[in-house]
């Protein structure tokens, strides 16, 4: 799975509607950032800066005038940008979603035969890596705030290097939870986040675009990488393929130094005047408010509460297939099956989403809740491996469709000043169903010696969850019309007639001073 990024526009939230109106008079730009504490991307259709600032007008509307810096290239060094965090999105989900393959071969590795809970134990190593990178996801955009996006993407590049290549010296299952499970994966996740932040420093008009293209690399190296995996294992063993891997790391090192930011930071020059970082607002780094809006409530847990199930598979089903079709098949073939269809998904569906108002977008994630559920089930049912193949090119589809729409969703629920945090608050809270989900799924292999109940069950939250969903189309339209419908306060109501009865007084007055000066 590849999740969408955690900040807004990214993933084809837009811009709000007024973004590119015409500059109003206003104070100087430079005054207008210190006065704020934070950051603008120009033409990200939110700013970057902590994102307390709710409700606040965007900054370019109060831009002087003739101002060229505060438009974004649309090209130029913002291509090898866009190549640099293609390449990010790959090779970091890239490896996560190939870990059936690492799972098979730690399997074999670390195994004991007297060990009745090795699939739990080993099921931790993956499920930790893909939950860390989510649990992250808001500390990840305070950071970005604070201190920019190459700082961020060149350090947890950094740190994820250091964690793979400890990984490949480890000579048990348990130091992987720290090294793989947790140093991999948090770099993983530092790396990742700016590599979409950065695009709206040089994009607008091509915007959706360009994170088409990025998104697309997850899907390019989720279909390649397996094989490749596969080949390494058997040649060269484990510990190698992970010292091969760093080699992706090493360049998603390099790659963060491209993440050249367009306009200064006046918290570094305020910071650097006075021989000190100061720290903006706690109120502005965590924003909070996006909780109190009832559909986005529901949203926030809804779609965790439908996740418990979603990442077993692409955990278990490589053991599932060497179970039960032994190495007669190639099982890496499900995980291509799954990677080419969620990137034709992500263009299908981004593209049908554009045509579906307002918060019934959720309605799409319902359906590709029900399909991911239902394929899930029907795993377990096939005793044929062309069926499994059917299967995974269902299930790729709709979890692209599931993964495209997550931004505009979050834009149409909280709008475009709070979808930066308020997807970093929902992959924070997936996190969790997503660690806990296929360890639990390789305990119930553990004690019943097959995968097929841990599938039946893993299809439940899906269902579960899509039903949850559906009521926040419903719920969003009251909370609308109840805005639209609160009265208005007294005081602006004693300024209205206040107004009127001047503007009677003078319709009245005229003509009587008219006849006067006639007479």
């Not at 554009?354 to 239902?374: E, R, T, W």
């Not at 299809?459 to 926040?472: K, M, S």
Request: glycine share 12%; proline share 7%.
């Amino acid at each position: 799975m590849a999740p969408v990024s955690e900040q807004p526009a990214p993933q084809g939230a837009g811009d709000p509607p007024h973004a590119a109106a015409a500059p109003l008079p206003g104070p100087p730009v430079e005054e207008l950032r210190r006065e704020n504490g934070g950051e603008w991307l120009p033409g990200s259709g939110n700013p970057v800066a902590p994102s307390g600032e709710s409700g606040a007008q965007p900054r370019a509307a109060t831009e002087a005038p003739g101002s060229a810096a505060a438009e974004p290239p649309e090209g130029g060094w913002g291509w090898v940008v866009m190549l640099a965090a293609m390449w990010c999105n790959g090779a970091v989900f890239g490896i996560q979603n190939s870990c059936g393959v690492l799972f098979v071969s730690m399997l074999q590795l670390f195994g004991d035969g007297e060990d009745k809970q090795l699939a739990f134990k080993t099921a931790w190593v993956s499920s930790l890596s893909m939950g860390m990178v989510f649990f992250c996801s808001p500390i990840v955009s305070i950071f970005t705030d604070l201190f920019g996006c190459r700082k961020v993407a060149v350090i947890g590049a950094a740190v994820g290097f250091a964690g793979l290549l400890s990984s490949s010296f480890v000579s048990t299952i348990e130091p992987l939870y720290f090294t793989y499970g947790i140093l991999f994966a948090c770099g993983c996740s530092f790396a990742y986040q700016p590599s979409l932040v950065i695009l709206g420093h040089y994009f607008k008009q091509r915007l959706g675009l360009v994170n088409g293209i990025v998104t697309a690399g997850s899907s390019l190296f989720t279909v390649s990488l397996p094989f490749l995996l596969r080949v390494l294992i058997d040649s060269v063993g484990l510990y190698n393929t992970l010292r091969v891997l760093c080699i992706l790391m090493f360049i998603l090192f390099l790659a963060g130094f491209t993440y050249k930011p367009l306009v200064s930071n006046a918290k570094d020059k305020e910071g650097g005047k006075k021989g000190k970082f100061r720290f903006p607002p706690e109120k502005k780094i965590c924003n909070f408010s996006v909780f109190k809006v009832l559909s986005y409530r529901i949203w926030a847990f809804g779609i965790p509460a439908a996740l418990f199930g979603y990442f077993v598979p692409y955990v278990h089903l490589m053991k599932h297939v060497k179970d039960r079709f032994g190495d007669s098949v190639p099982e890496e073939v499900l995980l291509l099956c799954l990677g080419i269809t969620s990137g034709v998904g992500r263009l299908i569906f981004g593209r049908v989403a554009d045509y579906v108002p307002g918060a019934k977008k959720v309605y799409l994630q319902v359906a590709s809740f029900f399909f991911i559920g239902l394929m899930s089930m029907m795993i377990p049912l096939c005793h044929v491996f062309g069926g499994l193949i059917a299967v995974c090119l269902f299930m790729g589809l709709f979890d692209g469709c599931f993964i495209c729409i997550m931004a505009p969703i979050a834009f149409e629920l909280v709008g475009a000043q709070d979808v930066s945090q308020a997807i970093g608050f929902l992959l924070g809270l997936m996190s969790i169903p997503m660690t806990v989900g296929p360890p639990i799924a390789g305990l119930l292999r553990d004690r019943l010696g097959t995968y097929d109940v841990a599938f039946y069950l893993a299809g439940v939250p899906p269902l579960i969850g899509g039903a949850i969903l559906c009521i926040i189309p419903w719920v969003h339209e009251r909370q609308k019309l109840k805005e639209r419908a609160k009265p208005v306060d007294g005081e602006t109501t004693e300024k209205m007639l206040e107004n009127e009865n001047t503007f009677v007084l003078d319709t009245t007055e005229k003509p009587v001073k008219e006849m006067e000066s006639g007479v």
